[in-house]
C-alpha cells in the first residue's frame, strides 16, 4: 500500500536556528514527490516537485532533496514567518492516469523570534 | 492570474442534510481534484474529473459524488450528511494528469454537520 510518513509532527525553533523536516515514502513507483506549506485556515501552497533520486530544488530559505525512500526539506535560518505546516505528497505511478495525491500527516513548524 | 476559487467558504449544515461545493480551475486547467483534510491530518483524495471524466475516485462511500462541467469548473455533492462530514474540502487543479503538471489548491470550504 503507498504511504507517505513525515516526522517529526511537531518542530519548535529559534529564529536562524535551521534544521531538517523529514518525509518517507512507501509507493510502486514513484512519478512525482510535492511540498506544500499551509498556514492555518487556508489551503495548500506549492512549493516544490521533486522527481528522480539526487534531484534538489531551492526556494528562499528553503532546499527539498530527495533519496529513493525519503525527501527532506532543509530550512536555513527560518524566520517567524516560516511557521507553518508543512506537507509532503507523492503521486504514484500505480495510480494509472489520475493524479492523485497521499500526503503525510504534515509537520507543523514553529519559529520564535 | 486568478488561483483555484471555491465556494462557499464556510457553512453549516445539520445531520441528514445535503451539501454542495464548487469549485473553479485556473484557467487553462483541465484536471480538478477534491480532497477532504479533517483536523491536524493530511487531506484525502476523494475525486479526479480530467474532460469532464472521472478518472479517479478514493475511498468514499456513495454519498459523495462529482462531476465537472464543460468550463472545466466543478462541484462536489455530499448527501445525508454526518457528524465526521465536517472537515476542510479542498479543489485542485492543474492543467492535465500525467508527471510534470504541478497541481495547485484552492483555499478551501470549511464545512461544519451539526
Known amino acids: 500500500e503507498d504511504q507517505v510518513t513525515q516526522s517529526p509532527e511537531a518542530l519548535r525553533l529559534q529564529e536562524g536556528e535551521s534544521s531538517s523536516l523529514n518525509c518517507s515514502y512507501t509507493v510502486s513507483g514513484l512519478r512525482g514527490l510535492f511540498w506544500y506549506r499551509q498556514d492555518p485556515g487556508k489551503g495548500p501552497e506549492f512549493l516544490f516537485t521533486l522527481y528522480s533520486a539526487g534531484e534538489e530544488k531551492e526556494k528562499e530559505r528553503l532546499k527539498a532533496t530527495l533519496t529513493k525512500k525519503e525527501s527532506f526539506l532543509h530550512i536555513t535560518a527560518p524566520k517567524p514567518e516560516d511557521s507553518a505546516t508543512y506537507l509532503c505528497?507523492?503521486?504514484?505511478?500505480?495510480?494509472?492516469?489520475?493524479?492523485?495525491?497521499?500526503f503525510g500527516q504534515g509537520t507543523t513548524l514553529q519559529v520564535k523570534p | 492570474d486568478a488561483g483555484v476559487t471555491q465556494s462557499p467558504t464556510h457553512l453549516i449544515k445539520t445531520r441528514g442534510q445535503h451539501v454542495t461545493l464548487r469549485c473553479s480551475p485556473i484557467s487553462g486547467h483541465k484536471s480538478v481534484s477534491w480532497y477532504q483534510q479533517v483536523l491536524g491530518q493530511g487531506p484525502q483524495f476523494i475525486f479526479q474529473?480530467?474532460?469532464?471524466?472521472?478518472?479517479g475516485r478514493g475511498n468514499f462511500p456513495d454519498r459523495f459524488s462529482a462531476r465537472q462541467f464543460p468550463n472545466y469548473s466543478s462541484e462536489l455533492n455530499v448527501n445525508a450528511l454526518l457528524l465526521g462530514d465536517s472537515a476542510l474540502y479542498l479543489c485542485?487543479?492543474?492543467?492535465?494528469?500525467?508527471?510534470?503538471?504541478?497541481?495547485?489548491f484552492g483555499e478551501g470550504s470549511w464545512l461544519t454537520v451539526v
Open positions: 505528497a507523492v503521486q504514484a505511478s500505480g495510480s494509472s492516469n489520475t493524479g492523485k495525491l497521499i
Open positions: 485542485a487543479s492543474s492543467f492535465g494528469t500525467l508527471a510534470g503538471n504541478t497541481i495547485y
Open positions: 474529473y480530467y474532460e469532464k471524466e472521472e478518472r
